[in-house]
């Protein structure tokens, strides 16, 4: 299964910098999607909790 938003390149293999450009935009992501679930349970909690 392959990611169609990501470039590929049939006959040449990435670079060193290609791919650690690309696992910072995966750990950012992450990071992001983290951030976003942890701020969404502590308002809910407190949304909860003044009811």
Same mark, same amino acid.
């Given at each position: 299964m392959s990611n169609p938003s990501l470039p590929t390149k049939p006959n040449r293999?990435?670079?060193f910098g290609d $791919?650690?450009?690309l696992?910072?935009? $995966?750990q950012r992501t992450r990071f992001y999607i983290l951030r $976003?679930?942890?701020s969404?349970?502590?308002c809910? #909690?407190? #949304?909860?909790?003044s009811d």
């Open positions: 293999k990435t670079s $791919r650690c450009v696992m910072a935009k $995966r $976003r679930c942890v969404m349970l502590l809910w #909690h407190d #949304h909860a909790i």
